[in-house]
């Protein structure tokens, strides 16, 4: 069975998410039985940009904290490893650090701030599509990986949590190389697990305190859940998380291919602590999804062409012409007219929903079509 603790918290003052947590660890057998002294512990948060912990958008720092307090109370060494959207340098990581209130979570603890930019290649005996990969080579070197992910809606993969968040251990814009191999929503999915695979986190909790729906990853809205989910399995807890939100895991591609591989088994999914009941809001907004399958690439739209899925479309009122999406973009088909307003060359978008994701002033909008609307899938309350 693989345990998932499900523990609340009204809000994030230190003192009760540092007893959540702890109660967390408790029950997934003490974090001294993970835990040695001089130990080099890796604490991996969600720092997708420079967004302020009140945007919901990055893991909260005081989460980051109690686990830092917790690790180092064991006698561990504890560091923050991250490798966030956008080019990998230490002026965007320090940029970044003081945004998400990194910086001054390290400062009370004493952890380290990494800003060691090597990489290390591995082989992953285990995956599907990624059979080498380099990750950050902290992450290679640590004796144990806390994987710290935020619940959040996501444009291209329906839901971003613990398997997901381990495409920041893959370094800056190699991630663009990724989006651009594996196009195919089922295939990137797929390599999504093999990264997880492949930097094995020991430990996974998911900060739903507020959590973010609508259009997430970074231009959503903050969610009031008051929840902190944790286990040593990162499916199990994104299965559990999605339950809290009410939508189907097999409409999730990350979990629905996870299951096909053997990787979730959700008849063995033990949820410990507050019920699903006590904590599933009145509702979630989550992007829609379609019931034909689009996602894959395979099935009736993809007969019918790019033209139907849906597509990122740039506010030009709102755009600040900042050249972030250019710079996130995969195929590199951003780029300003005869006018200075930027532009998308629809014929080589891939529909990776980068630009939409890294814009900081939420100035790209997914548009969908009728047809999407018509077939979209609809959760049941």
């Not at 094995?200 to 989910?229: Q, T, Y």
Request: with cysteine; aromatic share 6%.
């Amino acid at each position: 069975m693989q345990k998932v603790i499900i523990e609340t918290s009204e809000n994030y003052r230190f003192d009760r998410v540092l007893q959540a947590v702890e109660r967390i660890f408790d029950q997934l057998g003490g974090l001294s039985s993970f835990v040695k002294p001089g130990m080099r512990v890796a604490i991996k948060p969600n720092l997708l940009m420079a967004k302020k912990p009140d945007d919901a958008a990055t893991t909260h720092p005081h989460v980051v904290k109690a686990v830092i307090a917790l690790v180092q109370q064991a006698g561990g060494i504890a560091s923050i490893v991250e490798s966030p959207g956008g080019p990998y340098n230490a002026t965007l990581l320090r940029r970044i650090y003081g945004a998400t209130g990194m910086e001054a979570a390290a400062n009370e603890t004493g952890a380290e701030l990494n800003y060691d930019l090597r990489v290390e290649k591995v082989e992953n005996a285990e995956a599907k599509i990624v059979k080498s990969l380099k990750i950050l080579k902290p992450l290679h070197d640590a004796d144990l990986i806390i994987n710290l992910a935020k619940l959040k809606t996501h444009g291209m993969m329906v839901y971003s949590g613990a398997v997901k968040n381990m495409f920041g251990s893959i370094a800056g814009l190699e991630k663009a190389d990724y989006h651009m191999r594996m196009s195919e929503y089922d295939r990137f999915a797929d390599s999504l697990i093999d990264i997880y695979l492949a930097t094995k986190p020991r430990l996974n909790i998911i900060d739903g305190i507020i959590a973010m729906e609508g259009e997430g990853p970074s231009s959503g809205v903050p969610k009031w859940l008051g929840v902190l989910l944790g286990s040593t399995d990162g499916f199990a807890c994104d299965y559990a998380a999605l339950q809290i939100i009410n939508v189907d895991y097999r409409m999730v591609p990350v979990l629905r291919l996870a299951q096909e591989r053997g990787l979730l088994r959700p008849e063995e999914i033990e949820l410990i602590g507050a019920s699903i009941e006590s904590v599933r809001p009145d509702d979630f907004d989550v992007p829609a999804l379609s019931g034909i399958k689009s996602r894959s690439g395979i099935g009736l739209l993809s007969l019918i062409g790019k033209r139907l899925k849906p597509k990122p479309v740039i506010l030009h009122d709102v755009c600040k012409l900042c050249g972030k999406c250019m710079e996130v973009c995969p195929p590199k088909i951003i780029k300003p007219d005869e006018n200075k307003q930027l532009t998308i060359d629809y014929s080589k978008c891939i529909r990776c929903f980068c630009c939409h994701e890294f814009c900081p002033e939420k100035a790209i909008k997914i548009k969908k079509t009728a047809f999407n609307k018509l077939f979209e899938y609809k959760r049941l309350s």
